[in-house]
């Protein structure tokens, strides 16, 4: 496995009522991270029922060419690092597609 990251922006949807924060993820591989930096995505996340989804922003859009492709995953009971592997695993196969 790569090293940790020194940083990842992302930003953090805390709840209901709360106020968007961006934060820095160390918590996430530096390849992942430079992946998400390489395709400009926005990645975001939220609690969940008890876990939280992550969001990746891939600057795609959907059919009707205005609403933003997200790619989502739940991270379950993985961590950090292994929650944004499996959502950039997940961005390479949207990205694939898209070119096929």
């Known amino acids: 496995m790569s090293a940790l990251s020194k940083g990842f922006d992302c930003l953090i ?3 209901a009522n709360a106020r968007p ?7 996430i591989y530096e390849d ?6 390489s395709i400009g995505a926005k990645t975001s996340m939220e609690p969940s029922g008890g876990q939280y ?5 891939i600057g795609m859009t959907e059919d009707d060419d205005e609403t933003p492709r ?18 950039r695993k ?3 196969k949207a990205l694939s597609e898209a070119t096929s």
């Open 13 to 15: 949807y805390p709840g």
């Open 21 to 27: 924060q961006m934060t820095s993820i160390t918590n």
């Open 32 to 37: 992942d991270a430079q992946f998400f930096v």
């Open 53 to 57: 989804a992550l969001y990746a922003d």
């Open 70 to 87: 997200e790619v989502i995953v739940l991270s379950g009971a993985d961590n950090s690092q292994d929650s944004f592997k499996r959502l």
């Open 90 to 92: 997940e961005c390479e």
